[in-house]
């Protein structure tokens, strides 16, 4: 039922919904004043939500900022939440991965530098087919093709959602590498919920964020004036990261 009603509150919060809504709207009313009201207010949220620069500076505002690795302490386990590989894609004889990336070659750097000692990677099947590969298991694939020991990866595999990674990441940590040094590895638009979620279990530990969408904001023509249909996306993002927060907090998971 949650995921049922997330999906739909995603629906109605994504901008594109709005904007064709108001030009059906435009188009079939009857009412020629608001036909035309509702015709302008669609052209202005297009022209709105596709400006990049806009766009660019609310995320920016949103994410958090960069670490810079010399920044880095020394840390007993990188906790990384998945969500960025596919899962579907054929043939399964290697790793395919969606934005955000960084989450898992960032963790891979750390390792490299001797930043972290133990890994551990959470996420399941999501709301994916059941013959797809577990998140997890797609990001340790990648990790030991990169040569980390599968000694030093642990497999969270049954998380579908931020607030599972959350919960099941605790109980392992609890478990097995309790009163160690803990950091939080994932997406820059996703911390915020990440942080908060695992916070809600107890765990204390520092963040890393990785898999930026955001650019150096410039007031070239390009992203002044050009619409972008990916300054739409990161717009997508914000309301999904947003309507994510007010549903776990009336949810208790935060």
């Not at 958090?64 to 899962?87: C, L, M, Q, R, W």
């Not at 000692?117 to 577990?134: A, D, P, T, Y």
Request: charged residues 25%; proline residues 4%.
């Amino acid at each position: 039922m949650f995921f049922i009603l997330s999906k739909i509150l995603a629906f109605f919060v994504r901008p594109l919904t709005w904007i064709i809504g108001l030009f059906l709207v435009s188009v079939l009313w009857k009412n020629k004043k608001w036909r035309k009201r509702c015709f302008w207010l669609a052209l202005g949220l297009l022209t709105l939500f596709s400006n990049q620069y806009i766009a660019n500076r609310v995320m920016l505002w949103w994410e958090y900022e960069p670490v810079p690795f010399s920044e880095i302490g020394n840390y007993d386990v990188a906790i990384v939440f998945s969500g960025v590989t596919k899962g579907s894609k054929t043939p399964r004889d290697r790793v395919y991965f969606n934005n955000g990336a960084d989450r898992i070659t960032h963790t891979l750097q750390l390792y490299k530098e001797g930043k972290v000692k133990h890994i551990l990677v959470s996420g399941g099947l999501g709301f994916e087919q059941v013959e797809n590969s577990r998140a997890a298991d797609r990001l340790k694939s990648f990790l030991m093709l990169a040569g980390v020991p599968d000694t030093v990866i642990t497999v969270e595999p049954d998380a579908v959602n931020t607030h599972e990674n959350a919960v099941k990441t605790a109980e392992i940590l609890r478990r097995d590498f309790a009163g160690q040094k803990y950091l939080l590895v994932t997406s820059a638009f996703h911390m915020k919920r990440s942080r908060l979620c695992l916070e809600k279990e107890g765990i204390t530990f520092d963040t890393f964020p990785a898999g930026y969408l955001t650019d150096r904001p410039t007031l070239n023509f390009d992203d002044v004036i050009i619409p972008r249909a990916n300054a739409i996306d990161k717009w997508e993002i914000l309301f999904k990261e947003w309507v994510g927060l007010a549903t776990y907090k009336l949810m208790g998971y935060i």
